[in-house]
């Protein structure tokens, strides 16, 4: 039931994500035929030209932004297509990022994905693999202070494996704590067993994670 | 006035009739569809030279009527809009015989771009 609850989020999401693509392609081509009207006039026949341009390049530019959101959030919905499938740990922790982001701005944290210089790639439940990614990112945001950045790094050594570290930023707010010690380590590890992936501390200067395949 | 005759074909009223107007103060000619069917009949009227097709519609797919324009217009160039880049029907439509395929919101400068690359196509595939 819940793989079902998952598919029907992310094809609701995915139809949306559509939807909202012909809206801002609608308000993109609106802007651009005003633009394209300002450029034929004289300079000296439109009153206030510069703050007009000036409105409408901002405009342009939350369009931009629209975009890249809605790619993004289409591509997190489409996770849930698939209870198995073959996922690149490079996309992975982009698409993380992405999730987190929203969090980590409230947080004061850089998220910084670090991929790998070739994919790296797994099978796995694509869905399952971004909620384990999401929680060990929630984890490291609620030991660290603000000012602080979270690395995910992607490396391929002896198995495929995700470390997501914390630098503490310049003024934390009180004596950072090991992650593992939160109450919801132990459900975490237990769902990404789930997933045929250890979740493990990763040793470093700041507090870290690390999810291995097993 | 260039001599490119373009139709565009999409169900989103707003977004390709506001395009058809900066095509047309670029100098093309252009006309508008917005179903499948409709861009069709446009077509056995007076045929174009290219025809920008968006692929989700209501109604006949923008595959479908892909298959069709190139089943009894050959000559005619397809250039494909989808909202995804890593959209499948894009795949398809590409194997389909399409020219090329852009992602919405566009670039008005890289349709115009591809509209004339699409144009040399046609010409070669007439003369």
Same mark, same amino acid.
């Given at each position: 039931m819940e793989a079902e609850k998952a598919a029907f989020m992310g094809k609701v999401t995915a139809a949306a994500t559509h939807e909202m693509k012909n809206v801002l392609a609608i308000i993109k081509e609106s802007v651009g035929l005003m633009e394209d009207i300002i450029a034929m006039t004289k300079d000296d026949s439109l009153p206030h030209r510069d703050k007009f341009v000036r409105s409408l390049a901002r405009i342009m530019e939350q369009v931009a932004r629209g975009v890249d959101l809605s790619t993004r959030l289409n591509a997190f919905a489409h996770?849930?297509?698939?209870?198995r499938a073959r996922v690149d740990l490079n996309r992975a922790v982009e698409q993380s990022a992405f999730a987190c982001h929203r969090a980590a701005r409230l947080h004061k944290i850089t998220l910084k994905p670090v991929p790998c210089s070739e994919p790296v790639e797994i099978d796995v439940d694509p869905m399952g693999l971004q909620m384990v990614l999401f929680q060990c990112v929630d984890l490291l945001m609620n030991v660290l202070g603000s000012g602080s950045t979270v690395t995910l790094e992607v490396s391929k050594e002896a198995s495929p494996r995700i470390t997501i570290a914390g630098t503490e930023g310049?003024?934390?707010?009180e004596g950072v704590k090991s992650p593992?010690?939160?109450?919801r380590w132990e459900t975490l590890q237990t769902a990404a067993q789930g997933l045929n992936l250890v979740l493990e501390e990763a040793e470093g200067p700041g507090p870290g994670l690390r999810v291995v395949l097993s | 006035m260039r001599d490119w005759k373009v139709l565009l074909v999409d169900d989103e009223e707003e977004f390709v009739s506001t395009l058809a107007e900066r095509l047309a103060l670029r100098g093309v000619e252009v006309r508008v569809a917005n179903n499948g069917k409709e861009a069709l009949q446009k077509i056995e009227d007076d045929p174009p030279r290219v025809v920008v097709l968006? %692929?989700?519609?209501?109604? %006949?797919s923008g595959l479908e009527v892909l298959a069709r324009i190139k089943r009894d217009y050959p000559a005619i160039e397809v250039i494909l809009l989808t909202g995804m880049a890593r959209s499948n029907e894009a795949g398809e439509g590409m194997r389909q015989g399409a020219f090329a395929y852009l992602m919405k919101p566009l670039s008005i400068e890289k349709l115009m771009e591809k509209i004339g690359e699409a144009m040399k196509q046609h010409t070669g595939k007439v003369d």
């Open positions: 996770s849930s297509d698939e209870a310049t003024s934390p707010s593992a010690r939160d109450g | 968006d %692929l989700m519609m209501p109604g %006949l």
